[in-house]
């Protein structure tokens, strides 16, 4: 199993920057792809970015692209979500997980989950 733990999240304002962290820990040489994900309130989750754990490949939601930015750090098996320029609308539960098998942007193609960190933004 793979182990996720976020955090970083907070409330600021619209505009402001936030960089959340996810560390990994247990089986994380099964992982394949890290990604990060959003809930609203009565909102379904939706997909917000993922990276392949080698590099070189990153996917992000047509909402956030140009705004927030994936990396990871493979000797902290740490991935990151640098998030500029906030909105309301970014308001959410952000959520971090992992794929044993192949980049994606669906939640389905993610095994392990962790348990969320909140992000809110004012106006």
């Known amino acids: 199993q793979v182990q996720l733990v976020e955090s970083g999240g907070g409330l600021v304002q619209t505009g402001d920057s936030l960089r959340l962290s996810c560390a990994a820990s247990g089986r994380t040489f099964s992982i394949y792809a890290m990604g990060w994900f959003r809930q609203a309130p009565g909102k379904e989750r939706e997909f917000v970015t993922s990276?392949?754990?080698?590099?070189?490949?990153?996917f992000y939601a047509d909402s956030v692209k140009g705004r927030f930015t994936i990396s990871r750090d493979n000797g902290k098996n740490t991935v990151y979500l640098q998030m500029n320029s906030l909105k309301p609308e970014d308001t959410a539960v952000y959520y971090c997980a992992t794929s044993s098998r192949v980049i994606s942007r669906l939640k389905r193609d993610f095994e392990y989950w962790g348990q969320g960190t909140q992000v809110t933004v004012s106006s």
């Open positions: 990276i392949r754990w080698t590099g070189g490949l990153a």
